[in-house]
């Protein structure tokens, strides 16, 4: 298939290095500014060095890309909250030209869905966002095949950096402060850490994961979840749980149509209990108990795995 | 779509039920000696009466429903291995109508599998066998939308009854004998367990995905897996890993091309240490660390979960 990458961040630079070994050819790559374009594809890795010579992508215009030749456009600009923009605006290109939209940017499909699913029902592309829940984990694909109808309730550790920072209190009996300086040199944390350690991360993926359970009968927003994070939790609490066999983590969940993340109180052999970076997703489902699946939640491989699925899905 | 399932079993009943809360038809229904059909669908409900009552589905034979008018064929006859007759011949039959086959029946994927691919790529119709790996566990779907030539090995607890007959060794402090009664009186184990015990369904399924991750490249059978089951493990080689924060479980892997089933010692937290009847499967993928799969392995409606998702991916 020819890709079209809107966005060449930590994402969008890993699905155009991933792209050409499963068999497509990356005719367009954007940053915010610029686009390099190419019908016959591009030489990836000479474009990436240009990006990281001249701090521009290309010559071209991302305007030029979104009216370029391409079969799916994988949309992985930082996600936006409110009005999702400007990915709203590079879906809406995509499905007016009946191309097929591949997300990693969760804003339009946590903050617009109904939108979203209309402009597609308008168009004869299609959309898939595997990549903005669970990463690497095929969430949203199970979810897909086993029927939304049959799935009663969904759990998980979703956010990797928020993970990291407790088990790293649990296991070491360090204060959040401390281990969060740690994450941030270690690249787990961002310098500004609040989308993850605030819960609006888990939130997010919670918030797609509940539209997708709703199939229409509902629509959600980040506004719809309840929502606490981890910000100074007490090394104390950390070691009041351990004394019972116990941790704490960061869950998101979706019970009863609401959604609510947290820090959570769990027995220490709870599947919940993944460390450092790793997440795990829990279904309910109807007929089957408990499936779960795990892995890596984050980062531009884990994401672009899920994004060269869901390509694949569209084939 | 129009359901024809072949074998009324656990797992034929349960895809007979399941089927119409799916928004299927049960067009036709058999058992070893006869069929129920009906072209604009069964009331599963009273077929199923039945052969309670009377042991026979029905008044029509099993070459009456192969001949009938369906979309799916679901094969759900007793695994056989060698020649996995009937299920071959069944497969083969609806294949020569041009007709999509839906797989629990382990016996053609794991001995005949080139055969099938080859029946199968004679045909308009389309195969798939999810349910034939890991219950309701999402394990050949995961391995096609990642790409098997993307997925580097395969390890995992395929079989509830072993896993189930270890854990209770290793929390009770049992011997073998004793909990492969209670395991029996339970129904988690046959009255002739030894297709669970000697490793034998596990290294099935093993050789299954094996077939899947090899593209055509090399073809497996069962006697191409090193198996080796749990008879007689001994209560104090449970205890004596447990000494050391370790426990026995029946590991099954695919690493370096190799098929390996045996009794395994591995540490306590690790995610393999599922507890009763819980299957897990994980992949080592090339880009993305790895990815896990955990869940109900087996039983009627496990199992007719996946057939159900499996429809939902030819519609």
């Known amino acids: 298939m020819k890709l079209a990458i809107i966005g060449a961040g930590t994402v ?3 699905v155009a290095e991933m792209a050409v070994t499963y068999g497509h050819t990356v005719t367009a790559l954007t940053d915010s500014t610029s686009a390099s374009i190419d019908s016959d ?10 990006k990281r010579d001249t701090n521009e992508i290309g010559t071209d215009s991302v305007e030029d890309a979104l009216a370029s030749e391409y079969d799916v456009l994988v949309e992985a600009t930082p996600t936006t909250l409110d009005t999702a923009q400007p990915a709203y605006d590079h879906i809406r290109a995509a499905f007016e030209r009946d191309r097929d939209v591949v997300l990693a940017n969760k804003g339009p499909v946590a903050q617009r869905y109904a939108d979203v699913r209309a402009l597609e029902r308008e168009s004869e592309g299609e959309l898939r966002f595997e990549a903005t829940v669970g990463g690497a984990m095929p969430v949203l694909s199970t ?7 049959h799935v009663t309730a969904l759990r998980g550790v979703l956010n990797g950096t928020a993970n990291f920072i407790l088990s790293r209190m649990a296991a070491e009996g360090l204060d959040y402060e401390h281990v969060l300086v740690e994450a941030q040199d270690l690249g ?3 310098a500004d850490p609040s989308f993850d350690v605030e819960g609006t991360d888990t939130a997010l993926k919670c918030v797609i994961a509940a539209n997708v359970l709703a199939q229409g009968e509902r629509e959600y927003t980040l506004d719809d979840a309840s929502v606490d994070g981890i910000v100074g939790t007490s090394g104390s609490a950390l070691s009041l749980a351990n004394a019972d066999g116990r941790t704490v ?6 019970v009863d149509d609401e959604i609510r993340v947290g820090p959570r109180i769990i027995p220490q052999q709870s599947p919940l209990v993944v460390s450092g970076t790793e997440n795990i997703v829990q279904l309910a489902t109807e007929n089957a108990g408990l499936l779960s699946v795990s892995g890596h939640g984050a980062g531009g491989s884990a994401t672009a795995i899920s994004i060269m699925a869901d390509i694949r ?3």
Chains 1, 2 share one sequence.
């Open 313 to 315: 899905r569209l084939e």
């Open 249 to 254: 983590r960061l869950v998101g969940e979706i």
């Open 41 to 50: 594809g591009l030489d990836v890795e000479a474009t990436l060095s240009q």
């Open 12 to 14: 969008g630079t890993s």
């Open 188 to 190: 787990v944390a961002e």
């Open 143 to 149: 979810i897909e095949d086993y029927g939304p109808e």
